[in-house]
């Protein structure tokens, strides 16, 4: 119980701070802002998700799994439960979770051998170089969708993809909206979001 309520603290907080990003930044812009010592601050908000007519989990039943790196840290494994726990409340299916590379359709965190093996693994220090260390891109290539960027921004990322799959939203930390259907359908995702503040929260040293 208090594991749960610590994730969702967390939840909460993150969520919070993606509203207020979105409501202070144009869609799909870049903004820049200088600091006292005249280092430049980049923040990118791109958000394209295109519902398809595919689906995750259909009829109780699903052909995904996720995928986390075989050496994942606490962060990347907390958004892999995350991602499985909420889609099981959402739908009624829990996504199985297997580490590096899988045989079928998939949602990836991190740097995962199906990851390296996709044509998305060719940007990738572009990509790292972008989102930093809290931001995250989520991708998705043929079936498959990949959620990238550094420890912190993969549990960002989790949060960000539950929203479009599962219509997850916080709204404190004892009521969370999640629709509630049987079928969790698949989205063409080109997202890229870049936090306005590199450090979005204070750490809560979760284990």
């Known amino acids: 119980?208090?594991?749960r309520l610590a994730k969702i603290v967390i939840g909460v907080l993150l969520?919070?701070?993606f509203i207020?990003?979105?409501a202070a930044c144009n869609k799909g812009k870049n903004d820049s802002s200088s600091s006292g010592d005249g280092a430049t601050t980049i923040s990118l908000h791109k958000n394209v998700a295109v519902k398809t007519d595919k689906k995750i989990v259909d009829?109780?039943?699903t052909d995904y799994k996720i995928v986390i790196p075989s050496d994942a840290d606490e962060n990347t494994k907390l958004a892999a439960e995350e991602t499985a726990?909420?889609?099981e409340q959402s739908s009624g299916v829990k996504l199985e979770t297997a580490t590096d590379k899988v045989d079928g359709k998939f949602i990836?965190?991190?740097e995962t051998g199906a990851y390296k093996n996709s044509?998305?693994?060719e940007s990738r220090e572009k990509d790292k170089e972008t989102v930093g260390s809290n931001g995250y891109m989520i991708r998705t290539e043929g079936q498959n969708v990949y959620v990238t960027g550094e420890s912190f921004g993969l549990l960002n990322g989790a949060y960000?993809?539950?929203?479009a799959l599962c219509g997850y939203k916080f709204y404190s930390s004892d009521e969370i909206f999640l629709s509630h259907e049987k079928q969790v359908y698949l989205y063409n995702f080109d997202v890229c979001e870049v936090p306005d503040f590199e450090y979005r929260i204070v750490p809560h040293g979760f284990q």
């Open 1 to 3: 119980m208090k594991k």
């Open 15 to 17: 969520c919070l701070t």
């Open 20 to 22: 207020l990003q979105v």
């Open 59 to 61: 009829g109780g039943k």
């Open 85 to 87: 726990y909420f889609i």
């Open 108 to 110: 990836s965190f991190g």
């Open 119 to 121: 044509k998305l693994y």
């Open 160 to 163: 960000g993809l539950l929203g």
